[in-house]
Every structure is written in C-alpha cells, then in structure tokens.
C-alpha cells in the first residue's frame, strides 16, 4: 500500500489514482511503520462485510509520524483504521468521502 501511495505522489499527473485492496483469508490487516500522506484524488478500496457493513480490511499505523493526511478528493472504503493515540486522520482539503471506515486508537 505505501507503495501504491508513493508512486501516486511521485506522479501526480498519472490519470488513474485508484488502490484496490484485496481480500484474503480471514481478516486482512495491513501494518504501516509509519502515516499516509494520501494524494488528492486518490480513492483507497478495501472491502465491507454483508450484511453488517463493516469494514473488512484493518490498517495498523505504529510510530510517531503515523497521522493519516488527506490533500482532499480522497475516498477511503471498507478500511479499518487504527491509530497510535497520539495519532488522527487530518484533511487538509475539503471534498474527502469516507464510506464503511472505522477509525480507532490503540
């Protein structure tokens, strides 16, 4: 996932800003050493269970840079955040769409 973030970043030009997360056994969980600083325009799918519409995808952020920045136009979709508890999700632009996402600190 960082590296689908990182790429983005490195193109901003590039036309399609999509990351589809995939599900697989159990509960997918993604651990991140560290925060997203998330492009505009960019839409992150995870995954919601039916019929109780939860998020079935769980993104673990650790350490002390691990806030979630959103630069506006971002969507975000079936994820399960997970934050240090010093940590937040902060949108710097308007225009962000959070559908079927939990957000929680440890």
């Known amino acids: 996932m960082r590296y689908a973030v990182d790429y983005l970043k490195a193109h901003p030009a590039n036309p399609d800003k999509t990351i ?57 979709y079936g994820l399960s955040i997970k934050l240090p508890s010093t940590s937040q999700v902060r949108a710097i632009n308007g225009g962000n769409k959070l559908k079927c996402v939990a957000l929680s600190n440890k």
């Open 20 to 76: 589809n997360l995939a599900l697989t056994a159990g509960k997918p969980k993604i651990t991140l050493a560290s925060g997203l600083n998330v492009p505009e325009g960019t839409i992150i799918n995870g995954a919601c269970t039916s019929p109780a519409n939860k998020p079935a995808i769980e993104i673990d952020v650790n350490g002390s840079n691990s806030d979630i920045i959103l630069n506006g136009k971002t969507s975000l």
